[in-house]
């Protein structure tokens, strides 16, 4: 088995075909034909249903695996250009949407006057869509909210940032109001986060207790759209307050729920393989830019971190296995 037979797997894997394949590995077709057939007499199995252009279960599986191998290999490389104290590579994170609004100028602003020659590739995203992604390899690190379904992962609470609930500032049946309580939410129809997502099951798990139900007028995947739709005079909901930038907040309220506990977004790590010293170094800038005082949204609160410190690119225990 050879890397350029998985190189053309994954390759196949994310353009959906071996046409496309080819042109992004700058060779010709018959090549990846050749090396995903190589691969599938050395693994027993047929990895790409060449009638539809997409893998095999088996091939998933197998793509899977070559995600992480490749990834250590990049990371290989990145660590002995760090040991001549040049952070180089590339870094590909995910980030839940309300998050990256706010803190990816923060940290480009950081790791370019730091690292000028690292690269990062940002993908943005709900908490459920990326995780799968960082689990598989195809993305190094992520910022997702607690709790995080896989089990593979680590996850080091990075900072907590209100809930609250976000009306027009003309509302007049909240009117004067800063607050309310958990038992005065089912008088509001709202748009809701979509049943399933982690944003909907924490707000479930704390309404819960005091058997409170949401009342949607809509269910929405996706935190952001949830929120350019209040935005848009749809309706009220309860948002993280960061979802809420600066300009429009003349137009809204921001309702503080009694009750309502802070969502937690944390940084989350593969717990099989060690981050490459550009991961490192993003990890660092991250962790850098929450710590300041300077520069947070509203509404959020730096966590103590839980791990142990040390020197940027230097390795460091994350947090805990997540499950």
């Not at 490749?70 to 590339?90: H, I, M, P």
């Not at 759209?225 to 009220?236: C, D, K, N, Q, V």
């Not at 948002?239 to 009750?259: D, I, K, M, T």
């Amino acid at each position: 088995m050879e890397l350029r037979h998985l190189q053309a797997l994954v390759a196949v894997a994310e353009h959906g075909s071996f046409s496309a394949a080819a042109d992004f590995l700058g060779t010709v077709q018959s090549n990846i034909s050749a090396h995903v057939a190589r691969l599938e007499r050395e693994v027993g199995a047929t990895l790409v249903d060449r009638s539809a252009g997409r893998l095999t279960p088996e091939g998933e599986v197998v793509a899977s695996r070559a995600y992480r191998v490749l990834s250590e290999l990049d990371a290989l490389v990145a660590d002995v250009a760090a040991l001549r104290e040049e952070v180089t590579g590339t870094v590909r994170a995910g980030m839940i949407g309300t998050t990256a609004r706010w803190l990816v100028p923060m940290v480009l602003r950081d790791i370019s006057e730091r690292h000028p020659k690292l690269h990062l590739i940002v993908s943005e995203g709900t908490t459920t869509t990326l995780e799968p992604l960082l689990s598989s390899g195809r993305i190094d690190l992520a910022l997702l909210t607690s709790p995080v379904p896989g089990r593979d992962l680590s996850f080091e609470p990075l900072f907590e940032e209100t809930v609250v609930l976000v009306v027009p500032a003309d509302d007049d049946v909240l009117a004067g109001r800063s607050s309310l309580s958990l038992g005065e939410l089912p008088a509001h129809v709202m748009l809701a986060p979509a049943p399933g997502t982690s944003f909907r099951s924490e707000l479930e798990a704390a309404l819960k207790p005091a058997s409170v139900r949401l009342r949607p007028r809509a269910e929405v995947d996706g935190v952001r759209l949830i929120a350019s739709l209040t935005f848009e005079g749809y309706g009220p909901a309860l948002l993280p307050a960061s979802a809420v930038p600066p300009q429009l907040r003349p137009r809204f309220r921001l309702l503080r729920v009694e009750g309502l506990p802070p969502r937690t977004v944390g940084l989350c790590l593969r717990t099989r393989g060690l981050p490459s010293a550009p991961a490192r170094a993003v990890l660092s800038a991250m962790r850098r830019t929450v710590a300041s005082p300077d520069g947070l949204p509203e509404g959020i609160r730096a966590l103590e971190p839980e791990s142990v410190t040390g020197a940027e690119g230097s390795l460091r225990t994350l947090g805990v296995p997540n499950g």
